[in-house]
């Protein structure tokens, strides 16, 4: 109970941390880099033997594993800009949706059976991501309605690479290899971004951003291994862990929102978090 607590409170931090970027004067693009820099150093130090070696190593997944990357990277980005722009509640509630995606190609990819109670989590999944994703009109506001859906779909399709290769390609005690790959390759791919960018910051601002990446590496980091430790303990069902798991992060992303930033949630809006809540319940079902 312990480390599911820990992976729901660090997973909630993230979409705060980017949605606090804005206020702070935190370079978002310098903040990402370091935050997968701190990743791989982190893992590296506490795992029993270096595995960053197993990057160097060609393997059957090394190519998905840089498709991960490009994944993990961008998506970051997705979640920062959906937190500034939309709200931190919209940006938990439509990247925890985005498990819609994976459970309906496990049938196809997996002979995974869509059950009528999944069905319907995808159905109000859907129904939803148009409720959150629904803004008031003016200026520059239908480009920032877009972002809760491209966070849906860039989720959904990180999820489901990540569920293929597991199923296909990997064995048991190549899991932290393949993670620490795409942490990786997430971190070059950041780095390429971060040159193609300009960043007119001062000192002060720097150092801000390099506190930021800091705060948002140990909270990625600890989110990913306290969610691990929850789902290697006997007797827990994913099918119980994965519910209580997303609606937590949403609860908490939510609560700390209003807490923090002072959010102000649309009827429209809590109407979508409600039905959006049932539907990863029944998604998971």
Excluded at 19 to 44: D, I, Q
Excluded at 256 to 262: I, M, N, P, S, Y
């Amino acid at each position: 109970m312990t480390y599911l607590l820990l992976s729901i409170v660090f997973s909630s931090c993230l979409p705060l941390l980017l949605r606090g970027f804005a206020s702070w004067r935190v370079s978002v693009f310098l903040a990402v880099t370091l935050n997968y820099l701190v990743c791989v150093v982190v893992g590296s130090v506490f795992s029993l033997e270096s595995e960053v070696t197993a990057v160097f190593r060609v393997h059957a997944w090394t190519m998905m594993a840089v498709a991960q990357g490009a994944f993990l990277a961008g998506n970051f980005y997705l979640l920062a800009f959906t937190a500034q722009r939309s709200g931190v509640s919209i940006a938990a509630l439509s990247s925890r949706l985005s498990v819609a995606i994976p459970v309906v190609l496990a049938i196809p990819l997996y002979g995974d059976r869509l059950s009528i109670i999944n069905g319907l989590g995808v159905a109000g999944a859907l129904a939803a991501l148009i409720l959150s994703s629904a803004v008031r009109s003016g200026p520059g506001r239908g480009r920032s309605a877009w972002l809760p859906v491209v966070v849906f779909f860039s989720f959904g399709l990180q999820f489901a690479l990540l569920k293929f290769v597991q199923h296909f390609f990997l064995t048991r005690d190549q899991h932290h290899d393949y993670l620490t790959a795409s942490f990786f390759f997430a971190l070059l791919v950041s780095l390429c971004i971060l040159m193609l960018t300009r960043h007119p910051t001062g000192s002060v601002g720097r150092l801000r951003s390099v506190l930021g990446g800091l705060a948002l590496g140990v909270c990625n980091y600890c989110a990913l291994f306290s969610l691990t430790r929850v789902l290697s303990v006997d007797g827990w069902q994913s099918a119980m862990i994965f519910p209580t798991y997303s609606v937590g992060v949403v609860v908490v992303s939510t609560l700390g929102a209003v807490v923090l930033f002072a959010e102000r949630i649309s009827r429209r809006h809590l109407a979508g978090i409600g039905v959006g809540l049932i539907s990863v319940v029944m998604l998971n079902l």
